[in-house]
């Protein structure tokens, strides 16, 4: 399934935004600024995570409103997007501000975070190996300085997976956002080039004569490893591009020009064919408009964004209230879904919108009445009706 199916069908999971509700007051994107430990959830300490972290790879929303389990769903998060920790975290959600042309605050998972480690080091409980600039998972903290974190060794060749994951801990001063100079930091340690027996499976081990970790594929050409220990019939090698792993084989390994490595990677930010977000372009039958920057983005009456720079914005809903229901974004870093002023659109050049009929606003419908999915062209339930978008064409 391509990625723009795959977002046209999610958009189900981003329910309605309540338009023409009860108001809230509109806290602005103002407090917890640069620096600041103020969070959107009304915590006040970052309780000793790192000040920035990336977001993962993952599928569906990312973003939520709230920390709770039942927290609706605002967005979609490209994986490798730097975000600022906003406080602690609750329920294993994390608050967070996303810094860039679309200002963005929401909880993220654990599940969907990410840091690069600034020095090289092991991933202690496990085989995990980190370079400068390797790109782990985040999955809480683990006591003593140190962030529990998921590491993927990457065997540098598209199509060939990697071994674990495996989920150990690393220094949380270790980790952050920013790529650091290769040049002003240790790399890994240097050894000798050699690689694995063509066709044939091998068994990584913890240690010689000790747990098995991992089963290397046969590939063509074989995969290339480090030798950092020659001990007799067992080899201490370094596995992968980094991340890496660091164990023992004991097979005959043959001498060789080729360094470690191939093409591909872990994590990387979605890159759009064209000026409208690739998000946006998967509901193509829906109005397109231009949005103003300086534009907030609300739901339920709540900002949660605010455009830094002119962006585009996909028509689900339009109210008598004046507000219109949009899937919004400037890149494909960040869509949102959620409710902005209809002064806010502008025609897209080459590109004449029709807007949607608007529907008085009304009443939220009640916790218990079943979410019916809108079928094209059946007109859009009340504002704040719990009722997700289903994209054209789908069940």
């Known amino acids: 399934m391509t990625a ?16 023409g509700a009860e108001s809230v007051q509109d806290e602005g994107l103002t407090e917890g600024g640069e620096g600041s430990t103020t969070a959107a959830g009304g915590a006040s300490s ?11 790879e993952g599928t569906g929303p990312a973003l939520f409103l709230h920390e ?4 609706p769903a605002i967005g979609y998060v490209s994986a490798g997007v730097r975000v600022r920790v906003a406080a602690g975290p609750e329920a294993e959600r994390l608050p967070v501000w996303v810094d860039g042309p679309l200002k963005v605050r929401g ?12 020095q090289r080091g092991r991933v202690e409980g496990t085989v995990g190996y980190l370079g400068p600039n390797d790109v782990v998972g985040v999955r809480g903290l683990a006591g003593g300085g140190a962030m529990r974190v998921e590491v993927q060794p990457w065997l540098g060749r598209d199509g060939l997976g990697g071994l674990g994951p495996f989920v150990g801990t690393f220094p949380a001063e270790m980790l952050g956002a920013d790529e650091v100079d290769p040049s002003a930091v240790e790399g890994p340690t240097p050894g000798t080039a050699m690689q694995l027996p063509a066709g044939q499976e091998v068994v990584l081990y913890d240690r010689p004569n000790g747990q098995a970790v991992g089963t290397l594929p046969p590939a063509d050409p074989p995969l290339v490893v480090v030798v950092l220990r020659d001990q007799g019939e067992w080899m201490g090698v370094r596995v992968g591009v ?23 990677g872990l994590v990387g930010q979605a890159v759009s064919a064209g000026p409208v977000p690739d998000r946006l372009m998967a ?19 709540v900002t949660i964004a605010q455009l830094q720079e002119a962006g585009f914005a996909r028509e689900m809903n339009r109210y008598e ?9 400037v890149n494909d870093d960040v869509a949102l879904r959620g409710m902005i002023d209809a002064n806010a659109l502008q025609a897209v050049e080459g590109q004449p919108a029709e807007p949607t009929p608007p529907v008085p606003a009304a009443q939220p419908a009640q916790p218990a009445q079943p979410a019916q999915p809108v079928q094209p062209p059946t007109p859009a339930g009340p504002p ?6 289903t994209s054209p064409g789908s069940p």
């Open 107 to 118: 909880w993220l998972p654990f599940a969907r975070l990410a840091a690069r480690a600034q």
């Open 4 to 19: 723009r199916i795959a977002t046209s069908l999610a958009l189900a999971a981003l329910v309605g935004c309540g338009g």
């Open 384 to 389: 704040g009706a719990a009722q997700p978008l």
């Open 321 to 329: 209230t004046g507000e219109v229901d949009v899937f919004v974004a």
């Open 283 to 301: 509901e193509a039958d829906r109005p397109l408009w231009r949005v103003a920057a300086g534009t907030r983005v609300k739901f339920d009456g």
């Open 242 to 264: 980094g991340p890496y792993a660091v164990g023992f084989v004991n097979v005959a390994l043959e001498a060789t020009d080729r360094p470690p490595g191939g093409s591909g």
């Open 68 to 71: 709770t389990p039942d927290s």
């Open 46 to 56: 970052s309780e000793g995570w790192p000040s920035h972290l990336l977001t993962g």
